[in-house]
């Protein structure tokens, strides 16, 4: 099954040459495939599941997307999942569907950094991988795949605005990459960083709710201060506030004016955890941090489980 969301890879700019000013989530991902001749011969089955640029992505597409793919997964002749996204948030929806999901099956995400009407576009090349990703005997979970590298859905994040490979998986490295239509894996994919525990549960009650816990995220930087804070605790009428993720300075030190609104704000039931906003390694826990730590998220992943983790109270 190929599900189509949108994205640059179905994009479409005025100028061929133009690899920037284009629209995302224009063309529908049947005509995507029918364009790539190297599909020819894949029994893929289409269906479009929304048709935005991923910077846009939340709660309702969210559910669509797992709804539908953990229906897929069941059928017996589907042998994967391929999803079309946007790369701004592939990786937040890639996380995301392997905490609510954990298939046993392949679900692989796939993108481009062009858009289709490129000179020479990415997306053809990253679906034709992903098909073959999708097929191989080892593959399992959800992984993103792009440039030719297939990432964990826990480690992947984009870290490139605008080059072709604009993903890396940090410390764990990539699980895979494809070589001329066959991949060669670098590790067992079944291991992929998976330190959360499943909870089989929260996918019903993910799909029940109007919208998720408001959980923010925060920044520590030179000269900041909680003023931020202090202004989401004082809104909490409007949509009550469940937890802040704060991306701190280093191995997870966050600025003493801060921590003091962070506290503040705990001690009126909203839950904090701490996070890097280093862009490798992970928050080594330690007795002096000042919050719970995220089990070495990123901030935007972080962000989400906690999202989750409030689902169950
Ligand atoms: N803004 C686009 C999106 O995330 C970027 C891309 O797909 O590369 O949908």
Same mark, same amino acid.
């Given at each position: 099954?190929?599900?189509? #969301?949108?994205?640059?890879?179905a994009?479409?700019a005025a !100028?061929?040459?133009?690899? =920037?000013g284009? =629209?995302?989530?224009q063309?529908?991902?049947? !005509? ?13 089955d289409?269906e %479009?599941?929304? %048709? ?9 597409v969210w559910?669509?997307l797992? $709804?539908r793919?953990?229906?897929h997964? !069941?059928? %017996?002749?589907v042998?994967? =999942?391929?999803?079309?996204?946007? #790369?701004?948030t592939?990786? !937040? #929806? +890639?996380?995301?569907? %392997?905490?609510?999901l ?5 679900v692989?995400? #796939?993108c481009?950094m062009r858009? /289709? ?10 679906l034709?991988?992903?098909v073959? =990703?999708?097929r191989?005997?080892g593959?399992?979970?959800?992984v993103?795949v792009?440039a030719?590298q297939v ?5 992947v994040?984009?870290v490139?605005t605008? @080059?072709?490979?604009a993903?890396?998986?940090g410390?764990?490295?990539p ?6 239509? $066959?991949?060669?894996?670098f @590790?067992?994919?079944?291991?992929a960083g998976?330190? $959360?525990?499943?909870?089989t549960k929260?996918?019903a009650?993910?799909l029940a709710i109007k919208?998720?816990p408001?959980?923010?995220?925060? &920044?520590s *930087?030179?000269?900041a ?5 202090r202004?989401?605790? +004082?809104?909490?009428h409007?949509?009550p506030?469940r937890?802040i ?9 966050? *600025? /003493?004016a801060? &921590?003091?609104?962070l506290n ?6 909203v $839950?904090v ?6 862009v490798?390694g992970?928050?080594v826990? *330690?007795?002096?941090?000042a919050?719970?730590?995220a089990g070495?998220?990123s901030p ?12 169950e109270?």
């Amino acid at each position: 099954m190929l599900l189509g #969301t949108g994205g640059t890879i179905a994009g479409r700019a005025a !100028e061929a040459a133009d690899n =920037v000013g284009y =629209v995302a989530g224009q063309v529908d991902v049947a !005509e995507f495939v029918a364009a790539v001749p190297a599909l020819d011969e894949a029994p893929l089955d289409v269906e %479009q599941i929304a %048709q935005i640029d991923s910077k846009d992505m939340g709660l309702g597409v969210w559910q669509a997307l797992v $709804r539908r793919i953990a229906a897929h997964l !069941e059928r %017996q002749e589907v042998k994967a =999942v391929i999803v079309t996204h946007g #790369t701004d948030t592939i990786e !937040e #929806t +890639a996380f995301l569907l %392997q905490s609510l999901l954990r298939p046993a099956k392949p679900v692989v995400l #796939t993108c481009a950094m062009r858009p /289709s009407t490129a000179l020479m576009p990415d997306g053809p090349q990253n679906l034709s991988d992903a098909v073959v =990703v999708a097929r191989y005997e080892g593959a399992v979970g959800v992984v993103v795949v792009c440039a030719g590298q297939v990432h964990g859905a826990r480690d992947v994040a984009k870290v490139h605005t605008y @080059r072709l490979d604009a993903f890396d998986s940090g410390d764990a490295g990539p699980l895979a990459c494809v070589e001329e239509g $066959r991949v060669r894996a670098f @590790r067992n994919w079944d291991s992929a960083g998976e330190d $959360r525990p499943f909870d089989t549960k929260a996918r019903a009650r993910f799909l029940a709710i109007k919208e998720l816990p408001r959980v923010e995220l925060i &920044t520590s *930087h030179a000269d900041a201060d909680g003023s931020l804070v202090r202004g989401l605790l +004082a809104l909490r009428h409007e949509r009550p506030l469940r937890g802040i993720v704060v991306a701190g300075t280093g191995n997870g030190t966050v *600025h /003493s004016a801060l &921590t003091k609104a962070l506290n503040d704000a705990q001690a009126q039931g909203v $839950r904090v955890r701490l996070t890097s906003r280093c862009v490798n390694g992970r928050v080594v826990p *330690h007795p002096g941090l000042a919050f719970e730590d995220a089990g070495g998220l990123s901030p935007v992943k972080a962000r989400l489980a906690l999202a989750l983790d409030l689902l169950e109270v």
